[in-house]
């Protein structure tokens, strides 16, 4: 898997983030890794607006934040991604 071989590569970089080697020494003991997925998607039929920052309702939100993750969970996802990718100064 190729995957493996970035992480790898930046562990080496960051040798004492505890976490990050951890997240590696679990992708080279399995196979693959289960993730959560659609955070976008699920978030507007949660009833985000089009054109909102969904990156705002981890302030504004945080019980359905918490409740999507749950059920990505109950789902059976094991790496959870955070509800921060188009987070920065301009869009927010």
């Given at each position: 898997?190729?995957?493996?071989?970035?992480?790898?590569?930046?562990?080496?970089?960051?040798?004492?983030?505890?976490?990050?080697?951890?997240?590696?020494?679990?992708?080279?003991?399995?196979?693959?890794?289960?993730?959560?997925?659609?955070?976008?998607?699920?978030?507007?039929?949660?009833?985000?607006?089009?054109?909102?920052?969904?990156?705002?309702?981890?302030?504004?939100?945080?019980?359905?934040?918490?409740?999507?993750?749950?059920?990505?969970?109950?789902?059976?996802?094991?790496?959870?991604?955070?509800?921060?990718?188009?987070a920065n100064r301009?869009?927010?």
């Amino acid at each position: 898997m190729n995957f493996i071989y970035f992480f790898v590569e930046l562990n080496r970089y960051k040798k004492g983030n505890t976490m990050l080697s951890s997240f590696i020494e679990e992708l080279e003991r399995r196979e693959r890794l289960l993730a959560d997925g659609a955070i976008g998607n699920n978030l507007f039929e949660m009833g985000l607006s089009n054109g909102d920052a969904p990156e705002i309702w981890n302030e504004t939100e945080p019980q359905k934040i918490k409740n999507l993750h749950r059920m990505f969970g109950d789902a059976g996802s094991e790496v959870f991604l955070t509800n921060s990718f188009g987070a920065n100064r301009a869009r927010l």
